[in-house]
């Protein structure tokens, strides 16, 4: 390689071509290597069955409704609107109190679609000032590490809650307008009760000793459909019980979506 003189010695000459041809050997290798990684990386995708290895599913368990309550008074007390509710009760109304975002209130009853609830609203507007009040329960989507199977079986057994809602809704219905009378209405009521308690006794066997949280939560609603359904069947007053425990299930709903997600 050709040298310089100096004052002070000899130097060497560097050679541009030299570092040049080195630099570029040394980015085609680390090309060579990142396409080696990549292919690699492709490969064991369409090998290995990562969902099926780690088990990790994302699954919508609820689709989501708005139900709408004709609310007759708010407040930021319970206190502040239980009197009114209990003077709903007394026409056989729900009387139920809702608390949502920190606010209550009594509510006449609730409906499955805002046309209802609107003429509702007119029809009481000689006695109350009430609103249409949207209570809208959220999608539900979870991962989890459960199987596909498993997914929907949760997803099936939540559905009590909306079967539930419209058997009590459809029943009150007919109560209302006079098409059946109470006695009838509780037979309804225990075929669906025992349908209910069937399901619930089968999801239990599939989900035997589980005590994950959503798991958990989904037997715990299960037993509170049960529940309501078991106290209508001794009312003594039929036509406002069944409103009020079908406005009770959809607020242990909130509960319900709130324990999931947390």
Do not use: W
Not at 12 to 17: C, D, G, T, V
Not at 130 to 147: C, E, H, Q, R
């Amino acid at each position: 390689m050709p040298i310089i003189q100096t004052e002070t010695g000899y130097v060497y000459r560097s050679s541009k071509k030299a570092k040049h041809s080195g630099g570029f050997v040394k980015r085609f290798g680390v090309f060579l290597l990142i396409c080696a990684v990549v292919c690699g990386v492709i490969y064991l995708s369409n090998v290995v069955d990562f969902a099926g290895v780690f088990k990790i599913n994302k699954y919508q368990i609820f689709d989501g409704q708005t139900y709408f309550a004709v609310a007759v008074k708010d407040g930021s007390s319970f206190a502040e609107v239980s009197s009114i509710a209990e003077e709903l009760k007394n026409k056989n109304a729900s009387g139920f109190v809702f608390k949502l975002e920190g606010t209550y209130y009594a509510t006449a009853n609730v409906y499955q679609n805002k046309t209802d609830a609107q003429k509702v609203c007119e029809n009481i507007a000689d006695e109350y000032n009430a609103i249409v009040l949207p209570i809208k329960l959220n999608k539900l989507v979870i991962s989890s590490n459960y199987t596909q199977q498993e997914l929907s079986n949760i997803k099936n057994a939540i559905g009590i809650f909306e079967k539930s809602f419209d058997e009590l809704y459809q029943t009150s219905l007919s109560l209302d307008r006079g098409e059946i009378l109470s006695a009838e209405a509780k037979q309804k009521l225990q075929v669906f009760k025992e349908t209910c308690q069937m399901e619930k006794e089968t999801f239990a066997k599939v989900f035997a000793n589980n005590c994950d949280v959503i798991v958990t939560n989904v037997k715990l609603l299960q037993s509170e459909v049960i529940s309501n359904i078991g106290t209508l069947l001794l009312s003594d007053n039929l036509k406002g019980d069944i409103k009020y425990c079908a406005s009770n299930l959809l607020s242990y709903f909130l509960t319900f979506e709130a324990n999931v997600t947390k």
